[in-house]
């Protein structure tokens, strides 16, 4: 019997299994295979019990800062690299493999009663996300925060104008969503960026390739922001939670900020930050007429997704279809 030295036979293998080149990491407890050779030192409880997947710019960052006040609920500990999002299984990341993903996770006190989360906006619209997320996480719930797309793009043109994208403080958002294809390369790919996450339905189907109806909930992001007592209460019926938070009294409404914010000993306000619920104008009529059109069929679809699921129609999605019929 013939080897090679590692490196070699590596070569070879991979030779000979192209496609087991890109990992996919399972859970090493759901196997006994796995398991046997798994250290003792090591748990499989340092894992997330549901997920955020976003989208950007519908109120995730809210929902993550409603959730972590929950007694029973835990978020991942901060990247020390980019202090935001882990993003694992998106992009580059998702190499470093599943002991780094574990290591932004504590260890539970209580693995059953305990509810660990991560919040990566840019999940939902990932290709490659769903397979990987199931593939490691096969009884996570999953949470989508929807709101209008038309909202949500202008809300994006907005950030990229706040984060001085030079496309962005240089054309309207008329001429974002509008551009044709020989528009310069910048412009294009902030147009892509604002308008293509908004196709939920096209996103979602993906998901529900590898999880179960049951397993996702779509939350309305403008219910969040306008009653989010209310969303808090629905999303922990759908987690099974307990004990079930009361958030009328977490939270408070401010006036000068114009959303709901945390209620702190004394009552005063903790808001988010200034990067969350900027000011700025409303958007154009006609972009907006635009933007309904261009949504149309991808919110048709939402609402035939929803109706399968059996889950309620977010206002916004009822008043968009209505203003299209
Ligand atoms: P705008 O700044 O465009 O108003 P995300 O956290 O996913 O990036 O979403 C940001 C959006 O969350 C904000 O977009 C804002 O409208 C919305 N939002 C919802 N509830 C909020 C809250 N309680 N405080 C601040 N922003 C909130």
Not at 4 to 32: G, M, S, T
Not at 81 to 91: A, M, R
Not at 297 to 303: G, R
Request: charge should be neutral.
């Amino acid at each position: 019997l013939q080897t090679l030295p590692p490196v070699q036979l590596a070569d070879k293998y991979f030779q000979i299994f192209p496609e087991e080149r890109d990992p996919l990491w399972q859970n090493p407890c759901h196997d006994k295979r796995h398991k046997d050779i798994w250290s003792k030192e090591k748990t499989c409880d340092r894992l997330p019990k549901f997920l955020v997947i976003g989208p950007q710019k519908t109120g995730t960052t809210a929902l993550h800062s409603f959730l972590t006040l929950h007694p029973a609920i835990t978020s991942n500990f901060l990247s020390p690299v980019t202090f935001e999002e882990i993003q694992f299984f998106n992009g580059p990341n998702y190499h470093h493999g599943i002991d780094w993903y574990m290591d932004f996770f504590p260890f539970p006190s209580n693995a059953s009663t305990d509810y660990m989360f991560e919040k990566s906006a840019n999940y939902l619209d990932s290709e490659v996300t769903p397979r990987r997320a199931a593939a490691l996480l096969p009884r996570a719930k999953i949470l989508a925060l929807l709101i209008n797309p038309a909202d949500r793009a202008y809300s994006w043109y907005q950030h990229q104008r706040a984060h001085q994208d030079p496309a962005a403080l240089n054309h309207t958002f008329h001429q974002v969503v509008t551009a044709g294809p020989s528009a310069p390369p910048e412009l294009l790919g902030l147009q892509r960026r604002s308008l293509a996450p908004g196709t939920y339905s096209l996103h979602l189907e993906r998901w529900l390739h590898h999880y179960q109806p049951s397993q996702l909930l779509i939350v309305d992001g403008a219910q969040l922001r306008s009653n989010p007592a209310l969303v808090m209460e629905g999303v922990q019926r759908f987690l099974g939670v307990t004990p079930i938070f009361n958030y009328t009294q977490a939270l408070t409404f401010d006036d000068s900020k114009g959303f709901w914010c945390q209620k702190l000993e004394g009552g005063r306000p903790k808001c988010l930050g200034k990067s969350k619920g900027r000011k700025y104008p409303d958007m154009a009529p006609e972009t907006r007429s635009f933007l309904t059109e261009y949504y149309r069929e991808h919110n048709m679809e939402l609402l035939k997704l929803l109706n399968r699921l059996g889950q309620g129609l977010p206002t916004w999605l009822r008043e968009e279809l209505q203003s299209t019929s």
